[in-house]
């Protein structure tokens, strides 16, 4: 197993988080609050548009697939314009979708404009962790990544409340319009950062140019088979756990309301605790978090078909969002640990895609258990993913060394 790799050479003396806040994580927020008022918009438009709920449910789909399939594709982009540039041509082309979706009347390319959302959201991510990875000093990693993460969902958890103020003084349209001027704000504030100097070539090596995507998977083969296993069943049971809490309160009849409530306060209970779990795994290792994360959610999935009413739901529910709050930005920092200073880009491309492909197998999982079995069975075999994901992420992750 390689040890994490060098710090990049960020002087971490005088280096401070709030002072690089606004352009390392405004964008974030930006683009989070631009997703999070289109999401619950798109199924609507496209029932406006004639789609049947299944194809609705597609159409929303589309986003996640537009990232999943563009996840390599925005590794050379970022390789080839520069973490900068991807972040602006994100935000630009996130906003050309959007005013497709507003701007027709047909399904299909309604559905295109939503897909076009999803191709942004790889390319900005990518651009945006490869930025903070060279940029911020390891020391200060996991709670620059971590809240990094944290401001984007507080991002999508504001934006459908601006959307549903909008939506009600305008229509349907106004939501895609408070995404365009937000995702345009983060292209706008992306190109104030600056650039990054590029890495001096690595001994023996003549130029960056050498480093290809079939050269990164053949060196790293190794992390991306062991660690990249354990990424893929994490991000299976985060996907799959903003299905269980909906699903299982109308398993016990309680009103979609207080469904409504259970879900929000796990929601507000994840965001509350993004910053603490990066402090944690910059003094106590990337283990002493990734572990309890996947541990804590897992024996609330396992207890959730116990419950028997709003109360012990409720419960349930709460434990799983601090387990995966303290989770917050996890991914994005096991990736930046192992990810080489040349030919980042391409590591981090592949290491997003073993991510996503887990988000969609997670809930198909789910889907199809529920479907075979029952509902239980499937929130329990999700249970038991993430102890597996636990125990791997026990094992390959590398132990944490105290500095002097």
Same mark, same amino acid.
């Given at each position: 197993?390689?040890?994490?790799?060098?710090?990049?050479?960020?002087?971490?003396?005088?280096?401070?988080?709030?002072?690089?806040?606004?352009?390392?994580?405004?964008?974030?927020?930006?683009?989070?609050? *631009?997703? *999070?008022?289109?999401?619950?918009?798109?199924?609507?438009?496209?029932?406006?548009?004639?789609?049947?709920?299944?194809?609705?449910?597609?159409?929303?789909?589309?986003?996640?697939?537009?990232?999943?399939?563009?996840?390599?594709?925005?590794?050379?982009?970022?390789?080839?314009?520069?973490?900068?540039?991807?972040?602006?041509?994100?935000?630009?082309?996130?906003?050309?979708?959007?005013?497709?979706?507003?701007?027709?009347?047909?399904?299909?390319?309604?559905?295109?404009?939503?897909?076009?959302?999803?191709?942004? !959201?790889?390319?900005?991510?990518?651009?945006? !962790?490869?930025?903070?990875?060279?940029?911020?000093?390891?020391?200060?990693?996991?709670?620059?990544?971590?809240?990094?993460?944290?401001?984007?969902?507080?991002?999508?958890?504001?934006?459908?409340?601006?959307?549903?103020?909008?939506?009600?003084?305008?229509?349907?349209?106004?939501?895609?319009?408070?995404?365009?001027?937000?995702?345009?704000? /983060?292209?706008?504030?992306?190109?104030?950062?600056?650039?990054?100097?590029?890495?001096?070539?690595?001994?023996? !090596?003549?130029?960056?140019?050498?480093?290809?995507?079939?050269?990164?998977?053949?060196?790293?083969?190794?992390?991306?088979?062991?660690?990249?296993?354990?990424?893929?069943?994490?991000?299976?049971?985060?996907?799959?756990? !903003? /299905?269980?809490?909906?699903?299982?309160?109308?398993?016990?009849?309680?009103?979609?309301?207080?469904?409504?409530?259970?879900?929000?306060?796990?929601?507000?209970?994840?965001?509350?605790?993004?910053?603490?779990?990066?402090?944690?795994?910059?003094?106590?290792?990337?283990?002493?978090?990734?572990?309890?994360?996947?541990?804590?959610?897992?024996?609330?999935?396992?207890?959730?078909?116990?419950?028997?009413?709003?109360?012990?739901?409720?419960?349930?529910?709460?434990?799983?969002?601090?387990?995966?709050?303290?989770?917050?930005?996890?991914?994005?920092?096991?990736?930046?640990?192992?990810?080489?200073?040349?030919?980042?880009?391409?590591?981090? *491309?592949?290491?997003?895609?073993?991510?996503?492909? *887990?988000?969609?197998?997670?809930?198909?999982?789910?889907?199809?258990?529920?479907?075979?079995?029952?509902?239980?069975?499937?929130?329990?075999?999700?249970?038991?993913?993430?102890?597996?994901?636990?125990?791997?992420?026990?094992?390959?992750?590398?132990?944490?060394?105290?500095?002097?």
């Amino acid at each position: 197993m390689s040890s994490q790799p060098p710090a990049p050479p960020s002087s971490s003396a005088d280096f401070s988080l709030r002072r690089i806040a606004l352009p390392a994580f405004g964008p974030s927020l930006l683009f989070g609050l *631009g997703e *999070g008022a289109i999401l619950p918009i798109i199924p609507l438009t496209a029932r406006d548009l004639g789609a049947s709920v299944p194809t609705a449910a597609l159409v929303v789909g589309l986003i996640s697939i537009g990232s999943l399939l563009n996840n390599i594709p925005a590794s050379l982009i970022t390789m080839r314009w520069g973490e900068r540039w991807a972040i602006v041509a994100a935000g630009i082309w996130s906003a050309l979708g959007m005013a497709l979706c507003i701007g027709t009347s047909h399904l299909g390319l309604f559905a295109l404009g939503c897909f076009m959302v999803g191709m942004s !959201q790889s390319v900005y991510n990518l651009a945006r !962790q490869s930025y903070m990875t060279e940029a911020v000093p390891i020391m200060y990693r996991a709670r620059a990544l971590s809240t990094l993460g944290g401001v984007m969902r507080i991002g999508m958890f504001a934006g459908p409340f601006l959307a549903a103020a909008a939506v009600h003084a305008f229509g349907l349209w106004a939501a895609y319009g408070v995404g365009m001027v937000a995702v345009l704000g /983060a292209a706008a504030v992306g190109a104030r950062i600056p650039d990054l100097k590029p890495p001096p070539p690595a001994p023996g !090596q003549a130029d960056t140019a050498s480093v290809t995507l079939g050269s990164t998977l053949r060196d790293h083969r190794r992390i991306f088979l062991t660690l990249g296993i354990g990424v893929m069943l994490v991000s299976a049971v985060r996907a799959s756990r !903003q /299905a269980v809490i909906p699903l299982w309160a109308e398993h016990l009849g309680l009103a979609p309301a207080a469904a409504s409530l259970i879900y929000g306060l796990a929601g507000g209970i994840d965001m509350l605790v993004f910053y603490p779990a990066g402090q944690v795994m910059d003094h106590k290792g990337r283990r002493a978090v990734a572990v309890p994360s996947m541990l804590v959610m897992g024996a609330a999935m396992l207890l959730m078909p116990l419950t028997t009413g709003f109360t012990t739901l409720l419960l349930a529910a709460l434990a799983i969002g601090f387990g995966n709050g303290i989770g917050s930005g996890l991914i994005m920092t096991l990736g930046a640990d192992h990810s080489p200073r040349h030919g980042r880009a391409h590591f981090l *491309g592949v290491w997003r895609l073993m991510s996503d492909i *887990g988000s969609s197998c997670g809930p198909a999982l789910l889907s199809f258990l529920a479907a075979s079995l029952s509902l239980a069975a499937g929130i329990a075999t999700t249970g038991l993913i993430a102890l597996a994901a636990a125990g791997t992420l026990a094992y390959w992750i590398p132990a944490h060394k105290r500095k002097p």
